[in-house]
C-alpha cells in the first residue's frame, strides 16, 4: 500500500509538487515548487500539505507530528543538504522561515516566522561565520519577537498597554535616548532578547524554547491552528471557503536580507497594478528583512530608475538627493536588478498574468520568495487583460475570465480624488446604495433641488427617504442621502438606474425638515452647506471633495465586444424613460428588460391627470382621466421604441400602490386640492381611504388592472398604437406586455383577454397588424410554485426577484435596517439578500418556476428584471437556471455582459 | 359493437337504471329508477342521460335530437303502454312533465315543464275523458305558461313590468273581479289560453308550438340549454361542479293532484330537518299542481295529524277551525295517508337517511315523484345520523360521514331566535367573521366596554378596526362589529378565538370617534343604542334581537367520540390564556398547538413592563424590564400546563413587531408618558423609531430574539421553570417551544442554542431535568423551500398558514378588502384564501415542507396552526399532507375533529 506523501520538498532547481498542485500544496508552496522546477532562485525547503491540516484538526497535535515526523526530518536533511547548515548544529546553524498557505490567499490566518532554530549558541556561531555580531542579534531579537507573538500567544498585559516586545523597544529606545530600531547596538539587541525572553517567561510561565525542534513543531502547530482563529473562520465565511480545505506549511531555508549594505529584501510587480500599464515596478530597502519594506519605518526605494524619477518627481525630491538617499535597485545593484527584470518577465510569461513577487538579495546573490497574481485596481484589470490578449501571452476566453465583473462598477462612476479625500473629514457612513463621487449644497426637497438646478446650482438631495415624488429632484441632484432605507430603497434603486451617486440608511443622520438641518453627533450642518458623498464607500463628508469622472478607455470596448461573443444570455435594461434607454443602448443593452411605466407618470402634468383618475369615483370618471393620460404615454413608448430600434422592450402595466401617487403632506395635499379645484377633505379623504397596513401586499400590481380593468386598457392602446406608430416610420418595433404581481394563472389570463382584445381593436381601427407578446413578472412565491399553470397564459417569464425576495424571505426591503446588520453580524445570513441573489430560497423558487414553465411551454423566454440582475453572482446563477437574458440598471449593463460571459466559459 | 344506451325506461316497478347510476342518470332519475325497482308507485318515464348533455355541447341541438330520437320515441311508446294513453293522440292524449337531474341537486337549472303535450284538440279530449273541464284548461293555462317562460324564454316588455303572463292574469282578475286563480271560471282559462298565445306569438313572432313532439324536444333542448345559464354556471364556480359533468333529461307521465277533490300534492320529510326528531311530516294542497304547495298562494296543510295540531297551536288556529279549514292528509284520506306513510318509511328504510320527498294523488291514487335526502339544520344532522346509528340504520362510519363539519359550527354558537330576526331592521351586512348572536348598546372603545362590563351592562364593541389593545375590551362586549377588515382581520381572528359573535369588515359603517356615533346609510346612531349582530351571516340589526344560548346534546358528545376513533390526526387549540385552554380541553382537544404568549402581555400591569423593555435604550435597560415579566409568564405558563394535564403545548415565542405594544394615539401615548413617568417626546420618538413601511414583513417573530437574544433568553427560562414547578406537583407536562417567522436554518439554530443554554442553566439549578422540544413554524416561504435545512435543527414544524398564504399569495390580509370581492365576484380567486387554504399554491409548499423535513428528520411531527385549522376542507389537505395534528381555536376544534375523521374515512 502506497504511503501518502504529506511533505514535499523543492529547491536547487527541483522539486516533488508543481504549480498545479495548489489545492494539496496550497498556492504559495504550489508556486514555490513551479519556481524551482522553472529554473528561478528559490531557497530551498519543503511543504506539508493541506491534507496534514484535515488530519489535524481530526487526531490532534500529537498524533499528526509523530505521523509527519519521518518526512520532515529527511526533508530537513535535504536542506541541510543544499546549504551545507545544519538544523541545530553549532558551528553552520540552520535557520529557516515558517509561513502557512492555503489554496487561496487568506488574510487573517498566521503571518510569517522569519529566523526559526536560532538560540544562544545559534546566534553565537553565525557571529563567528559571518563576523556580523549585529546582523545576528538583529535577527534573533526579531525571531524571540515574532515567534513570541505568534506561536507563544503572547498579548499586552490589559486593553490599555501595548504588544510587551514593542513595549521593551520603547522602553530601550528612551533609554538608549535613539529614535530608530537601527540605531541600537549590538549590545542592546543583546539586551533586548534577553528582556524579551524574561517577558515571555513572565507571562507564559515558561521558558522560551531553544531547541530548534521544538521551536519548528511549536510553528508548525501554530499555522494548523490558526486556521480556526477567529478572523480566519470570518474571513473563510465572508468568501465561501470551506473549512475542509486546511492550510498548508511551508518551511523554507533563511535568507537573510538584513545580512549588510550588500543585502536587501523587497516586493515588486510586473505590471502597474493602479494603471495597468506594462511597467516593471517595485520597492526595495537594504539591509532589511520581512516585512520592513511595507512596515512604513523606512522609506523604501524604487527598483527601477524611471520609476525612481517618477517618485521623485512626485514627491518634490530633487534628482541629486534621490540619487544620495533614495538611489533605485538598478543604480545600487546593477547586476542584480537585471537578474531579477529578467526573472519578473520570466515569471510573468510563464504565470500569464501580472505577478506580484517578493524576494531577497543575499550578499549580492538573488533569491526570490514568493510569486502570485497581483491585485490590481478594475481600470488595471481590464487593461492588463486587454494588453496580454494583445501580447499574445493569454486567448481571448482567458482575458474575459481574468476581468471581475464586479469591479468594472470602479470603471464606470465618477470618483473622489484620493489625495482629496485624505484630507476631509468624515461625518458619518451609510450603505454603498450607489456608487460614484458627488459634492453639492444640500437641500431638503426635490423641488428645491429642482429650483436650485434651474438657477445653474448643484445639489446633494437629503431626505429621510425618498418616494417617487421625488424623481425629478433626484434626477436633477448630483448625489442622494437618505437616512433610511437598504441598498435597494427607492433612493438606491433609482439612483442605480441613473448611475447618479447615493448614500442610503445613513442612520445617525437626523433630518428636521422645519429647521431645514442635518445633524451628525455633534455637527449640524444647514441648507447650502456642502457636503461630499463616496457612493462606493458610503462616506460622507463635510465639504467639498474634488472628484474626476471615469473615463472608458479602447481597452473597455475591446472586453465588452468579447464579453459580447461568448455570454449566452442577452443582457438588457431597466429603462424608464427615453434617457435611461439611450444610456443603456451606449452600454450595449440589446433590449429593455423592465420599463416602469409608472416612473413616466410623474413629470410635467401628468400626475394631475393621474390624480384625476384616482379621484374618481366611478369608471366613467376613471375613463376620462385616462384618456389624458393616453396620448402621453403613447408618445413615451414611442420614444423608447425608437431608442431600441427593434430591440425588445417589455413595458410593465402599472404597478405600484395608488397611494404613491398622491401626496403625504398636508401642505401638499392643499397645493393639489387648489391645484385641482376640488376640497382639501375630498384629498384627505382618498388618501386615507387608500391607506394600507402592508402596501408590499396590497392593491397594486395586477390587482390594479383587475380591479380597474379600463387602466389595463388604456396602456394597452397607448403600448399597440406607440409600436405602429414606429413601424409606420420603418423602424422595427419588438414588443413585450408584462402584468406585474401575477400569483395565479386566473389573474393573467384576465389581463390578457383585456390586452389581446385591445390589440384587435387597434389593429381592426389602423387595417395593420404588429406581432407582440404578452408575459408576466414572476415575483409572488405562488406565481413561482404554479408556474406550470401560468406558462399555459405566459409567453414569457420576468423574475421579479426584488419582490420575489421580499415575499420569499418575509423580508420587507424598506424594514430591513433594524435586523439585517444585526444578522449579518452574527453570520446568520450570509448577504443582503437584495444585493445578492439567495440562491437556496428565492433561486430553488426561480428554478422550479423555469422548470415547470418550461414544462407547459418549452420556448419560454425567461429573464430577470429584478436587481440582482447586474450582481456578478447572481449573473451567472441565472445562466445556470437557464435564463434567456438579465436585466439591470444601465450603468451595471457591462458587469452583467462581463458576468454573463463568465458563467458561459466557467460552464465550458 | 354495442351501441352507447342513452335513454333510460322505468315504470310498473320495472326500471333499466338504478339509484347507484347518478352519474349518468343524474340523482333524480337514479332515485326515480331505484323507486320503481324496489315497488314504489311512479309514473312511468325515461331517463336521457348526462352523457348526451355532453354531446349536445359537442354537437348541437339537431345532431342530438337525431341521435336519440328513436330511442326516446320507444320510451314514449312504453309510456304509452303502460298508460293506455297516447303522446298527440286525439281520444286519450299523453301528457308528460319534463325535469332537468344533474348528478348533485343544482338550483339555478330549468324549473319543471308539467302537463306538456296539451293543445286545442288534447284540451277537448282531456275535458271530455274526464269530464272535468276545469282541469283540463287549468293544466292547459299552466302549460302554456310554464312552456313559454322556460322553453320560449318570455320576458317582461321592459323591467318596469312584470312576467307577461302575470300580467294577464291580474288583468283578468281584475275584469271578473275576483282574488283567486282558483275562482276565475272554465271560460276564462279558456280566454287566458288565448291571450297566453297571443302574448307568445308578439314577443317571439311565433306561435305557440302545437305539436307535441316538438313541445317535447323543445323541452329537452331547454334542460340541455339550462345547464350553461349563468346561474348554474355560478353555482357550479361555488360548489366546484364541473361543467363536464352534464345534466340528464327525466319525463314522466303527468299524474294529477288538480283533478278535484280526490286528487292532492305534497312535499314531505321522513324526520324533522329542523331538531331531527324522527316524526314524519309535511305539507299538502288538495286539487292542486306542482309547486302550488310551497307558493304560498293558498296556506298549505299538514300531513300528520299530530303535525297538523302542533302546527294549529303555533298559529293559534283553534282545533274546530282546523278541522274545517286545515285538515290533516291522516284526516282527509287516511287509506292513501297510511300508504304514504309506508312508503316514506321504507324509503328512508331503503336509503338508509333522513328523505325529501314529492308525491301527487291523482283520484285517490298514490303517486311518488321524487326522494332525495333531505337537507336539514345542524342540529338535525347530528341527531339523526346518531339516531340512525342508535336504530341500527347505519354503522359508525357511515353516521360520522352524514354529518358535515362546517355545519357543527351552528350549534356551537347562541343563535338569534328565528322570529326575532323577521321583524328586525337590517342595518347593513358585513362579513361573518365568527358565528353567533349578540345584541347590545354600542361603544366605541375598549376601555369603555371594561367600564360598561364593570358596571355590568354589556355591551357591543364598534370600531374601525381592532388592535391587541382592545383584547380586554373586546373579551368583555357581547359583540364586535368593524367596518374594515376580513374574515382573519385582528378582530375576527380574536373573536373567533374567544367564540365571540361578530362582523368584520361592514363597509357602509361610517364610524366618527368624535361624536361617538356610527353611519349607515341614512341612518344615524349613537354611544348607547343597540344593535344586534348575526357572526353567521354577517348581517347587523337595529335594536335588540332576541338570542337564544347553544345547547350541546348526548348525540354531539357521541359524535365526538365517534370522531376521535376514526381520525387519525389529533387536534389541538390555538389557545392563550388558561381561559382558553379549558374551553379546549372541554371541546376535546388534545393539546395546544399555538399559545401566542404575546396576548399574555396586555394584563394588567405586564403592559407596562412590557414597554419599559421596549423603551430601554440596552440590553442592560432590556434585562431589567424582562425580568419583571419573568415570574408573570412563568406563571402564566404554569397555569397552561396544569390545565392541559401532560397533552403537549406548544408555546410560540414573541411574534408580532414591537410597535404593537405601543399606544398609537397622541392621547394613548400621553397617559403612558405620565403612567411611566417620562416625556411624551421620549414615547413618540419609540414609536416613531418602531415605525415600519410593511410590520408584516419587518422586525418581528424570531427576528426579535435574534436582536434581542435576551427577550429569548427570559421566554425560555419562563417556560422551563414552569414546566419544572408543575410536574414536581406530579401533574405530567409536554412541552414544544416553537421559534417562530424562520426563514433559514441559521437563525432556528441560533434560537434553538439559547433555549438549550438557559434550559440547562434551569436544570443544573434544580438539579433536576425535563423533556422539552424546539421546532419551528413554517411560515416564511424560504422556510418551506429549505425544510431540509431546517429540519436539521426543527424537532417539530407547525404551518403558520396564515401567515404563509399572506406571503406566498402576497395579500396583506389587512387590506385584502380592496380587491378580493371583486376577484371573488370574477371568478380570478375561488375562495378567499384566508378561510380555506389555497391547496395549489399554499398547499404545493406545505407538502413539499413536510416532504423535506421529513427526508431529513423521518419522525419530524407536523401540524398546523393557522386558522385553516379549523377548516373543514383544509383538514383534509393536511390529513394527506401528512400532517400529524391541526391545531384551530377552541371553538372549532369540535369541527375540526369531525373533519379529521371524514378524512381519515374517505382514504379508507
Known sequence: MAQTKRVYTFGNKNAEGNGKMKELLGGKGANLAEMNLIGIPVPPGFTITTEVCAEYYKKGKEAVIAMIQPEVEKAVEQIEQLTGAQFGGKENPLLVSVRSGARASMPGMMDTILNLGLNDQAVEAITKRTGNARFAWDSYRRFVQMYGDVVLGMKPESKEDHDPFEEIIDKMKEEQNVKNDTDLSTDDLREMVKRFKAAVKKQTGMDFPTDPWEQLWGAVNAVFQSWMNDRAIYYRKLNNIPAEWGTAVNVQAMVFGNMGENSATGVCFTRDAATGEDIFNGEYLVNAQ??????????????????????????????????????????????????????????????????DLEFTIQDGKLWMLQTRSGKRTGAAMVKIAMDMLEQGMIDEKTAVLRCEPAKLDELLHPVFDKGAMKNAKVLTKGLPASPGAASGPIVFFAEDAEK??????????????????????????????????????????????????????????????????????????????????????????????????????????????????????????????????????????????????????????????????????????????????????????????????????????????????????????????????????????????????????????????????????????????????????????????????????????????????????????????????????????RAAVTANQIAEVAEFFSFGTNDLTQMTLGFSRDDIGKFLPVYLEKGLIKNDPFQILDQNGVGQLVREAVLKGRGTRPVLKCGICGEHGGEPSSVEFCHYAGLNYVSCSPFRVPIARLAAAHAALKQQ
Open 452 to 781: 436650485w438646478a434651474n438657477d445653474g446650482k448643484k445639489t446633494i438631495l437629503v431626505r429621510i427617504e425618498t418616494s417617487p415624488e421625488d424623481l425629478k429632484g433626484m434626477n436633477v441632484a448630483a448625489g442622494i442621502l437618505t437616512a433610511r432605507g437598504g441598498m435597494t430603497s427607492h433612493a438606491a434603486v433609482v439612483a442605480r438606474g441613473m448611475g447618479k451617486c447615493c448614500v442610503s440608511g445613513a442612520g445617525e443622520v437626523k433630518i428636521d425638515y422645519k429647521t431645514r438641518t442635518l445633524t451628525i453627533g455633534d455637527t449640524t450642518i444647514k441648507e447650502g452647506d456642502w457636503i461630499s458623498l463616496n457612493g462606493t464607500t458610503g462616506e460622507v463628508y463635510l465639504g467639498q471633495v474634488a472628484t474626476k469622472a471615469a473615463e472608458l478607455s479602447g481597452d473597455f470596448a475591446k472586453l465588452m465586444d468579447l464579453a459580447g461573443k461568448y455570454a449566452h444570455m442577452k443582457v438588457r435594461a431597466n429603462a424608464d424613460t427615453p434617457n435611461d434607454a439611450k444610456v443603456a443602448f451606449q452600454f450595449g443593452a440589446e433590449g429593455i428588460g423592465l420599463c416602469r411605466t409608472e416612473h413616466m407618470f410623474f413629470e410635467g402634468d401628468r400626475i394631475k391627470a393621474v390624480r384625476e383618475m384616482i379621484l374618481a369615483g366611478d369608471e366613467a370618471g376613471r375613463r376620462v382621466a385616462l384618456a389624458k393620460l393616453l396620448p402621453i404615454q403613447r408618445g413615451d413608448f414611442e420614444q423608447l421604441f425608437e431608442v431600441m430600434n427593434g430591440y425588445p422592450v417589455t413595458v410593465r402595466l402599472l404597478d405600484p400602490p395608488l397611494h404613491e401617487f398622491l401626496p403625504q403632506t398636508e401642505k401638499e395635499q392643499d397645493e393639489m386640492a387648489k391645484d385641482m379645484g376640488i376640497p382639501l377633505a375630498t384629498v384627505k379623504e382618498k388618501v386615507e381611504s387608500l391607506h394600507e397596513v402592508n402596501p408590499m401586499l396590497g392593491h397594486r400590481g395586477c390587482r390594479l388592472g383587475n380591479t380597474y380593468p379600463e387602466i389595463t386598457e388604456m396602456q394597452a392602446r397607448a403600448i399597440i398604437e406607440a409600436a405602429m406608430n414606429v413601424k409606420k416610420r420603418g423602424i422595427p418595433v419588438h414588443v413585450e406586455i408584462m402584468v406585474p404581481l401575477v400569483g395565479n394563472h386566473k389573474e393573467l389570463r384576465y389581463q390578457k383577454g383585456i390586452i389581446d382584445t385591445v390589440a384587435n381593436e387597434v389593429f381592426c381601427e389602423r387595417n395593420d397588424k404588429i406581432e407582440y407578446m404578452v408575459g408576466t413578472m414572476i415575483e409572488v412565491p
Open 290 to 355: 520581512g516585512e520592513d519594506v511595507v512596515a512604513g519605518i523606512r522609506t523604501p526605494q524604487q527598483i527601477t530608475l524611471e520609476g525612481s524619477r517618477r517618485w521623485a518627481k512626485a514627491q518634490n525630491v530633487s534628482e541629486e538627493e534621490r540619487r544620495a538617499k533614495y538611489p533605485s535597485l538598478e543604480e545600487v545593484m546593477p547586476q542584480v536588478y537585471k537578474e531579477l527584470d529578467e526573472t519578473q518577465q520570466n515569471l510573468e510569461n510563464y504565470f500569464k498574468d501580472m505577478q
